[in-house]
């Protein structure tokens, strides 16, 4: 079956890859506002028989849910065999209990939506908390890829002396992989604390990592509080000034140019989310796990 | 069954005016959005075994349609009894065909959509064309609330001598109704084609007019430029300077201040979308006919 990628507005790069590494069409469609704010839709190119790759990064979801939901049902309207949703970042992963009484459980109520007109899914890093498997809130087959390997060779390619920095004992797990995988030391950061506000923060072995670069490496960066802390117990700790990386480029307001100014050497992120950091490239395994979910006639 | 009242950002007013004429309550709800643009959704007030009305509009529909979603099912969630949708303007009424190759219909697609989360839609004189009743598209149980009564009623309470305008001849039906009620003479604009750009418009009856206040009556004020071009033939014809009377202000972009400036005397709108022109308001119909539509325990 032949395969055809759409790219919502704001997702042309990493489709244009994609299509280049599945050996598939990019195909064409209008998407605009009307005046008064009504979303139109048309596909230009034919989709029937055809699966239709769907490529649209769910951050600020609210205003892209629209667009995603009509362009797939367009597609199918069209005699699409089936819409494969890619969406690197996805949201509302979050709210996933509730917190305080009266709250809605927005992923649960997320992931019915989309499984209800998506028929796959696929996406990178989901920040999974109680949820434990993407499964448990999308009824539709669908795939997690994960970026550390593509962290590790690009730390092993970029950084000539690294030293990757976990930000508290809970992100361990994730960045002893990382480290693992770039052959590189890894340190965690321990807080100890004296009263409810007294914590101290000190870095293991600092005096071992002076010459080396250090490495943060995060799921998400939003607000980048946590990030531009840790950059503040680095630089306390006499340690040079450290590279950034996350997986999922989200800064909220002013959070990038405040990470920026809070003395990184440099920030990096995945390119789930178009933005000046990205620098590690996922299209390849992307490509590679997409093809995976699809029906294979 | 206890009725309880929630209004979604913006329908404020309305909500408190439909709440005391349907002797009900009105529940408080936190809405708000995270710094990543993702909706946060807290239901306050007890909600079990109550039909939960929802009151929204749906102009420029797309940043809404979430929320709303969430609501609802944070309402079901918590174990209301039913939820019911006030929609006073509801979108996705005018792409209700494919009139070029490709396009979706999104009139259709955005009916499924709601139908799936609401359990009863009540809204104001939709845009009908092609599709004749909304259970068209809506399969849940709805109602349509006209305001021609209430646009009559205002006229003879607030306009002496009114003669109502109509702009084209597919206007006539709806605008004689008004009139009638009114106890106002109508007349409808002519056009007289003698070649493809050249239209003659003629305003008929209209020295006996003269000395009355022409009353423009339409259905949704979006770009404003059938009423701009309407009042210039009125302008033209030695007529007083008309009241314009819409029942969506929709309003896109400048066209509120355009038609202000075109040399009208008033603009007058009904309260379906909150504007500084709502001066009737259709709370008592909208009362009165949205309890029809609830279950009866």
Same mark, same amino acid.
């Given at each position: 079956?032949k395969t055809?990628l759409?790219?919502?507005?704001?997702?042309?790069?990493?489709?244009?890859?994609?299509?280049?590494?599945m050996?598939?069409?990019?195909?064409?469609?209008?998407?605009r506002?009307?005046?008064d704010?009504?979303?139109?839709?048309?596909?230009?190119s034919?989709?029937?028989?055809?699966?239709?790759?769907?490529v649209?990064?769910?951050h600020?979801?609210?205003?892209?849910l629209?667009p995603?939901?009509f362009?797939?049902?367009?597609?199918k309207?069209l =005699?699409?065999?089936?819409?494969c949703?890619? &969406?690197?970042?996805?949201?509302y992963?979050?709210?996933?209990?509730v917190f305080?009484? =009266?709250?809605?459980?927005?992923s649960?109520?997320?992931?019915?939506?989309?499984?209800?007109?998506?028929?796959?899914?696929t996406?990178?890093?989901?920040?999974l +908390?109680?949820?434990?498997a993407l499964?448990?809130?999308?009824h539709?087959?669908n795939?997690?890829?994960r970026a &550390?390997d593509?962290?590790?060779?690009?730390i092993?390619?970029?950084?000539?002396y690294?030293?990757?920095?976990g930000?508290?004992?809970?992100?361990e797990?994730?960045?002893?992989?990382?480290a693992?995988?770039?052959?590189?030391?890894?340190?965690v950061?321990?807080?100890?604390?004296?009263?409810?506000?007294?914590?101290?923060?000190?870095?293991?072995?600092?005096?071992?990592?002076?010459?080396a670069t250090?490495?943060?490496v995060?799921?998400?960066?939003?607000?980048a509080?946590?990030?531009?802390?840790?950059v503040? +117990?680095?630089?306390?700790?006499?340690?040079?000034?450290?590279?950034c990386? =996350?997986? +999922?480029?989200?800064f909220? =307001?002013?959070?990038?140019?405040?990470l920026?100014?809070?003395?990184?050497?440099?920030?990096?992120?995945?390119n789930?989310i178009? +933005?000046?950091?990205?620098a590690?490239?996922?299209?390849?395994?992307?490509?590679?796990?997409?093809?995976?979910?699809?029906?294979h006639?």
């Amino acid at each position: 079956m032949k395969t055809i990628l759409f790219s919502l507005p704001g997702n042309e790069v990493l489709t244009e890859l994609l299509a280049t590494k599945m050996k598939a069409e990019v195909g064409q469609a209008t998407m605009r506002k009307f005046p008064d704010g009504e979303s139109y839709t048309r596909i230009l190119s034919e989709v029937k028989d055809k699966c239709v790759v769907l490529v649209c990064t769910l951050h600020e979801p609210d205003e892209k849910l629209l667009p995603l939901y009509f362009l797939s049902h367009t597609a199918k309207s069209l =005699g699409a065999t089936c819409t494969c949703l890619i &969406a690197p970042y996805l949201a509302y992963m979050r709210q996933d209990k509730v917190f305080n009484e =009266g709250e809605g459980i927005t992923s649960g109520f997320f992931g019915k939506l989309i499984s209800g007109f998506a028929d796959s899914m696929t996406t990178v890093d989901p920040h999974l +908390h109680r949820i434990s498997a993407l499964s448990e809130v999308y009824h539709i087959p669908n795939k997690v890829i994960r970026a &550390a390997d593509a962290i590790s060779d690009w730390i092993k390619e970029n950084v000539e002396y690294p030293v990757l920095i976990g930000p508290d004992s809970e992100s361990e797990q994730w960045v002893s992989e990382v480290a693992k995988n770039a052959n590189a030391p890894f340190t965690v950061l321990q807080k100890v604390r004296h009263g409810d506000r007294d914590v101290e923060v000190s870095v293991p072995d600092v005096e071992k990592y002076k010459n080396a670069t250090p490495v943060l490496v995060d799921d998400i960066i939003s607000t980048a509080r946590t990030m531009i802390e840790t950059v503040q +117990h680095l630089k306390m700790a006499g340690m040079k000034p450290p590279i950034c990386v =996350g997986i +999922h480029a989200v800064f909220s =307001g002013n959070a990038y140019q405040d990470l920026l100014d809070s003395g990184v050497q440099k920030i990096v992120t995945c390119n789930t989310i178009p +933005h000046p950091s990205n620098a590690i490239d996922l299209s390849d395994i992307l490509a590679k796990e997409v093809k995976e979910l699809m029906p294979h006639i």
